[in-house]
C-alpha cells in the first residue's frame, strides 16, 4: 500500500524509518519531510495545512493511507476534511477528528473531560478576559508555584510556572488583556503545582480498544542539570526505570481506560495516537496534559523499542480490529540526544553544512531540522537531528548516542551530554 506521512521533523522521521521497513509499505511519500526523510520514501513539498494540496497528492499517487504526525493539521480538522469529501472518505487517516484533536487543542477542554471522568489531574479554573478580576483573587487564594496555561495550542510556549503572586498575576494580565499568546490565551487555565517526576505513555486506539506503547522521559531544559530556558526537547529515554509494572497498571486504571470509556461515552470518535503527559507523585499518576498526537523527542526513543510492524498496527486502527493485532516490545533500551542549533531556543544560526553523518557506528540519525543544498545537507531549524541509540541498558545506550552526537559536526552545534543521566 501507498503511504503518506504529514509532517517535517524527528517525529515524522522516526516514522518513516519504521513504516519503511514494513512488507506492507510499497511507496512511501512524507510531505513536507526532510533531508532525512528523503532515505525511506519520496519528500513532497507541501505545507501540512495545505488540505487541497493533500487531496490532490493522495489522488495522483494512489495513496491508501495517511499518517499525521503534528498537531496543527489535526486541531485545524484535516480527518473531517478526508470524511466530508466524496473522492477522500475512504481513505484512512490516522489522527482524531477535529473534536476528538481538542484534548490538545484547548486546555479548558481537557481538564473538563478529565474531571467528568475523575482521571487524576492539579485542580484548576478556568479565566476568560471578562472574568480577570475572579482570576486575580483566585490566585490569591492559591499555593504557590502556580501554573498558568494558555488555553489553545501555542507552539509549546504557553504553559507559564510562576513563584510569586506579583509574577502570576501580572502573567495573568498580560495573557488575557494583552493577548500574550494570541488568540491562544483568550482563555487561560490556572492550575496547581504537581511536585513529582514528569513521564510520558502514548496509547494507540482504534476508538475502542487500545495499545499501550512504551514510556518515556524527555528534557526539555536546553541546559546540562536541567538548566535554562524550556525547549521544544532535547532528549528522551525509554522505558523510564521508576515507571514499573506496579505504576503503569495504576496509569491504565486509572487513566488510560476512563480517557478511551470517556471518549466513546460523548460520541467522540477517536483513531489516532493520544500522548499522556504524566506527572509521578510519590508512585501515584497524575495526568498533567493531553496531546493528540505523538511527542517529539519521545517517538525517536519509542518507535526503535517496537518490534511489530507498525503499519499492521496502522490498519488495525483503521479497520477498528486493533485489539486483535500482535503486538511486541524490545526490553532493550532507547536513549535519544537532540544536536540543536546555535543560539537555541532563542534566535538561532540556520543554513549551516552539516558532515560526520557517515561516521555514526551505533545509532540512528533521525533528521528534525534539515534541508538540502545541492548535495549537502544543511540545518534549517532550532532542533536539527535526533541521534538514538538502542543497547541493552540505559548506560551503554546514552554512551552510545552521547558518542554518536558528537561525530556529527556543523557550525554552532550543541547538545546535552547529561541525558538520561539521573536515571541511573
Known amino acids: ?54 487531496k490532490a497528492l493522495v489522488l495522483e499517487k494512489g495513496i491508501n493511507m495517511v499518517l499525521v504526525g503534528p498537531e496543527e493539521p489535526l486541531v485545524k480538522g484535516i480527518h ?33 473531560f478529565m474531571q467528568r471522568y475523575n482521571i487524576p489531574t492539579a485542580a484548576s479554573r478556568t479565566f476568560t478576559r471578562d472574568t480577570l478580576q475572579d482570576g486575580l483573587e483566585y490566585l490569591a487564594t492559591q499555593g504557590l508555584p502556580i501554573v498558568l496555561k494558555a488555553d489553545g495550542l501555542a507552539a509549546g510556549k504557553g504553559v507559564l510556572i ?54 518515556a522521559k524527555d528534557y526539555k531544559r536546553v541546559g546540562e542539570g536541567d538548566t535554562g530556558l524550556n525547549t521544544g526537547g532535547m532528549g528522551s529515554v525509554s522505558p523510564v526505570p521508576f515507571a514499573d509494572k506496579d505504576f503503569l497498571s495504576k496509569v491504565e486504571q486509572r487513566i488510560v481506560i476512563p480517557t478511551v470509556e470517556g471518549l466513546k461515552a460523548e460520541g467522540i470518535p477517536y483513531k489516532g495516537f493520544i500522548f499522556i503527559g504524566l506527572m509521578n507523585c510519590d508512585g501515584e499518576p497524575y495526568t498533567i496534559e493531553y496531546n493528540c498526537r505523538m511527542g517529539d523527542p519521545e517517538t525517536e526513543s519509542v518507535l526503535p523499542r517496537i518490534e511489530s510492524d507498525l503499519v499492521d498496527l496502522l490498519l488495525g486502527v483503521a479497520e477498528e480490529n486493533l485489539i486483535e493485532k500482535q503486538f511486541t516490545i524490545s526490553p ?93
Request: charged share 20%; hydrophobic share 40%.
Open 162 to 215: 510562576c513563584t510569586t503572586l506579583q509574577e502570576a498575576q501580572q502573567e495573568l494580565v498580560e495573557m488575557l488583556n494583552e493577548a500574550k499568546f494570541g488568540d491562544a490565551s483568550s482563555k487561560v487555565v490556572i492550575e496547581q503545582f504537581l511536585q513529582g517526576i514528569e513521564l510520558s505513555v502514548f496509547i494507540l486506539t482504534d476508538g475502542n480498544s487500545y495499545k499501550i506503547l512504551p514510556s
Open 80 to 112: 473531517d476534511f478526508f470524511l466530508a469529501d466524496e473522492q477522500l472518505k475512504n481513505v484512512p487517516v490516522i489522527g482524531p477528528q477535529q473534536e476528538g484533536a481538542q484534548l490538545e487543542g484547548s486546555k479548558d477542554f481537557s481538564k473538563q
Open 1 to 54: 500500500m501507498n503511504i503518506l506521512i504529514i509532517g517535517s521533523g524527528g517525529r515524522e522521521s522516526a516514522f518513516a524509518w519504521k513504516l519503511s521497513q514494513s512488507t506492507l509499505c510499497e511507496q512511501l511519500y512524507i510531505a513536507p519531510g526532510n533531508a532525512g526523510t528523503g532515505q525511506y520514501g519520496i519528500n513532497v513539498n507541501l505545507k501540512v495545512t495545505d488540505f487541497e494540496g493533500i
Open 332 to 424: 532493550k533500551v532507547a536513549a535519544t540526544v537532540m544536536c540543536v542549533a546555535g543560539g537555541y531556543p532563542g534566535e538561532y544560526l540556520k543554513n549551516k553544512v552539516m558532515s560526520g553523518l557517515e561516521n555514526i557506528r551505533g545509532s540512528i540519525a533521525f533528521h528534525a531540522g534539515t534541508g538540502m543544498q545541492g548535495d549537502d545537507v544543511i540545518t534549517t531549524g532550532g532542533r536539527v537531528i535526533a541521534v538514538t541509540s538502542l543497547q541493552d541498558d540505559m548506560f551503554t545506550a546514552l554512551q552510545q548516542a552521547t558518542l554518536d552526537a558528537s561525530r556529527i559536526y556543523y557550525d554552532g552545534k550543541y547538545f546535552r551530554k547529561d541525558i538520561g543521566f539521573d536515571l541511573i
